[in-house]
Structure formats: C-alpha cells, structure tokens
C-alpha cells in the first residue's frame, strides 16, 4: 500500500473515531448542569466546525497524488481542539 493511501485510511480510521466522541458529547451535553452547559454547547459547535473544514480539505486529498495545502493544518487544529475539549470537560473514551 502507497503512502497516501496508509496516510487516507488512518486520517479515516481517526475521522471515525471523532466522530464518535462528537456524538458522545452531544448526548452529554443533555446531561450537563445548566451554569457550564452553555460553554460545552460552545465547544461542540466548534469542534463541529473543526471537523467540517477537515471533511472540505480531506476530500481533495483524492484530487492528486500528494495531501493538499491546508489539509494537514486542518487535522491538526480538529485534533487540538478535541484535545482541549476532551480535557476540559473530561470526554468519556468512545472505544
């Protein structure tokens, strides 16, 4: 298997899996006390707009031969803000 295609299926696999936890959090956020539901709320939007802006530049992968501009940068922020959210509010693991 070509490089790109490991690189395709393993920004997939990682996909997935936050697309698992977004969910997970959207069910959370029912449970969350009125004072900080509001900041959660805040966060999984954000997350959501995140994870759309990689879902844009993760399909021109598929254009070429090679990962296009922005689409690494755009992992990287999805995956840092999971990070800081998975943090601050203590995300339970999907797996």
Same mark, same amino acid.
């Given at each position: 298997?070509?490089?790109?295609?490991?690189?395709?299926?393993?920004?997939?696999?990682?996909?997935?899996?936050?697309?698992?936890?977004? *969910?997970?959090?959207?069910?959370?956020?029912?449970?969350?006390?009125? @004072?900080?539901? @509001?900041?959660?709320?805040?966060? #999984?939007?954000?997350?959501?707009?995140?994870?759309?802006?990689?879902?844009?530049?993760? @399909?021109?992968?598929?254009? @070429?031969?090679?990962?296009?501009?922005?689409?690494?940068? *755009?992992?990287?922020?999805?995956?840092?803000?999971?990070?800081? #959210?998975?943090?601050?509010?203590? #995300?339970?693991?999907?797996?």
């Amino acid at each position: 298997m070509n490089r790109l295609k490991i690189t395709v299926k393993k920004l997939q696999e990682d996909l997935d899996e936050y697309d698992q936890k977004l *969910a997970i959090m959207k069910i959370e956020s029912d449970e969350v006390r009125s @004072g900080t539901k @509001g900041e959660y709320l805040r966060q #999984v939007k954000s997350l959501k707009r995140e994870r759309d802006n990689f879902v844009l530049r993760y @399909g021109q992968i598929h254009m @070429g031969d090679e990962i296009k501009d922005g689409t690494q940068e *755009a992992w990287a922020a999805l995956k840092a803000t999971f990070i800081k #959210v998975e943090s601050k509010f203590h #995300v339970k693991n999907c797996k």
